[in-house]
Nanobody
Framework: QVQLVESGGGLVQAGGSLRLSCAAS????????MGWYRQAPGKQRELVAR???????NYADSVKGRFTISRDNAKNTVYLQLSSSKPEDTGVYYC???????????????WGQGTQVTVSS
């Protein structure tokens, strides 16, 4: 079994910064892509940023130039640095990882429990 545990959420004023972390643990052989998604009240969950095992990144247009995703492969951890935050960045942020936990099977997606980010105006 694989667990993803997020931390770092909270309240931040517009224009401020926040750093989210997500650590994967459990039966892990290899992790491919890791990413962050968010869900605002009344809206669908959407991709915020994603990073491959080799370090390639992609971002939602709404966060390009403001958020930075990074990862530490040795620690099985992915980070999301939020900067120049806006009220519309408010939501529950979920960590996602594509993990192989069995040498006989492929990669499967796992999700964290979510961490609340609130940006006040």
């Amino acid at each position: 079994q694989v667990q993803l545990v997020e931390s770092g959420g909270g309240l931040v004023q517009a224009g401020g910064s926040l750093r989210l972390s997500c650590a994967a643990s459990g039966s892990i052989i290899s992790i491919d892509a890791m990413g962050w998604y968010r869900q605002a009240p009344g809206k669908q969950r959407e991709l915020v940023a994603r990073i491959t095992s080799s370090g390639r990144t992609n971002y939602a247009d709404s966060v390009k130039g403001r958020f930075t995703i990074s990862r530490d492969n040795a620690k099985n951890t992915v980070y999301l640095q939020l900067s120049s935050s806006k009220p519309e960045d408010t939501g529950v942020y979920y960590c996602n990882a594509n993990v192989q936990s069995n040498p006989l099977t492929g990669f499967y997606d796992y999700w964290g429990q979510g961490t609340q980010v609130t940006v006040s105006s």
